[in-house]
C-alpha cells in the first residue's frame, strides 16, 4: 500500500494532513526520511514523529447485546454497546446492524467497514432471526400474512417475505431479510399484536454463541467471517 494511506489507516492523521506530515519530513521508513507519499510500503519499519506506526488486522466481534445499550457508537442517555469491548479496539469499530435499545443477542461489530456494508446491504438479503415473546395469541392467519409480505404504517411497499415458526402461542421464531426501522415491532403491531421482548438469535449463518453471557464477546471465526460473502458457513 502507498505510504500515504499507510499513515491515514494507522494514525488520526487524514490523507492531506499525512501529505504535510510527509512533506514537513516527519516519517522515516527503515530509518530514512521519505517525502513522497507514493513510496509502497510493504512489511518495512515505518515511523512517525518516532512512533513506530502498524497497521492492526481488521477486528470482527459478535457481542451479546443486553438490554440498555445502544447500537451506535456514542452514547446520550444510554451507554454506547462500545463500552462492553476494550478501549483500545474501539476506534474504528462500530455494529454491522442495530438492535434497539430494549432487544438483545447478536450484534456484530467490526471496524471492516466494506464487510459490514456486505451484512447490511439489503441487496445481500442476509435472513435475521429473533425469537419474540407476544403480548397476545399469535393470530391464526399472521403466518400467512407475513409469508406473503404486509404493509406497515408509514411504509409504501410491503415486507419482503418472512417466515414464522411457532414456539407457543405467545412465542415465535421469526426470519425477516431486510432491515427497516423497528421491523418487527413494527410487523407485530400491524396485525394487532405487541411484542414484549425481543432476542436476536442470527445473522446470516452467524449464529449467537449459547456461551455468551449478556454483555460478553468473542471473536468470530474465519469461517464465520467469510460465511457473509459465500451465504453459508
Ligand atoms: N426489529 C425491531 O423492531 N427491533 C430490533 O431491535 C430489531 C428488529
Redesign the pocket.
Known sequence: MRLDRFLAETTSLTRSMAKKALHQGLVTVNGEVVKKGDVQITDQEVRYQGQVLSLRAPLYLMLNKPEGYISSTEGDLHPSVLNLVPPEWREGLHPAG???LD?TGLLLLTDDGQWSHRVTSPRKELGKI?RVWLADDLGHSVADQFAEGILLKGETKPTRPATLEVVSSREVLLQIHE?KY?????MFAAVGNR?VK?H?EQVGEIRLDPQLEPGQWRHLTPKEISSVDQGRL
Open positions: 442495530r438492535l434497539d432487544t429473533y432491515g423497528h421491523q418487527v415491532k413494527r411484542v425481543l436476536r
